[in-house]
């Protein structure tokens, strides 16, 4: 094994094939886009090294990509310190979930879902753990079995006529 992980950009979902919107976020996670590697510079190297007229880099077209952006993310390294440096920005990292949107836990909305003060045809959706009942909550259940509503002599017709 080289050292990159050859996992990380072919995980389940993304494909044998990386495209421009995945590598960016791959840079950005990993560290390599900063203050010396722009997003400009990671799209200028990806058209670079996909095939002509085409939308993904593989696996190989990847590893030299990297290459190419080493030269810029550590000027002043050598080819194998930089190489070793860029190794160790990538690999066993995975995508992050930075930027997500966290469970608000704030005065209002602590007071609006705390199914304890809920009263009326509300409080019987939900039972004593707070966890909601669901369909079986709900007093007014579509009944399904084929008659019309009130009608007295469901399920008496015999089968002999």
């Known amino acids: 094994s080289s050292g990159i992980n050859a996992e990380w950009p072919l995980r389940p979902g993304t494909g044998k094939e ?20 722009t997003s400009t510079d990671v799209d200028i190297c990806f058209s670079k090294h996909k095939p002509k007229g085409g939308r993904t880099i593989t696996m190989k077209e990847f590893k030299a990509l990297l290459e190419d952006l080493s030269v810029k993310r550590f000027p002043k390294l050598s080819p194998e310190e930089r190489k070793a440096a860029m190794e160790k920005l990538v690999s066993d990292k ?25 009263t009326g045809s509300h409080k019987e959706r939900f039972g004593e753990d707070g966890k909601g ?23 008496t017709f015999d089968g002999t006529h």
């Open 133 to 155: 009942k669901g369909l079986e909550g709900r007093a007014d259940l579509a009944d399904n079995s084929g008659y019309v509503g009130n009608y007295k002599g469901a399920d």
């Open 18 to 37: 990386l495209d421009n919107k995945k590598l960016s976020k791959l840079c950005k996670d990993t560290g390599i886009m900063g203050k010396l590697v």
């Open 94 to 118: 995975g995508p992050q979930t930075a930027g997500t949107t966290k469970t608000a836990k704030g005065g209002a909305t602590g007071r609006l879902t705390d199914t304890s003060k809920y």
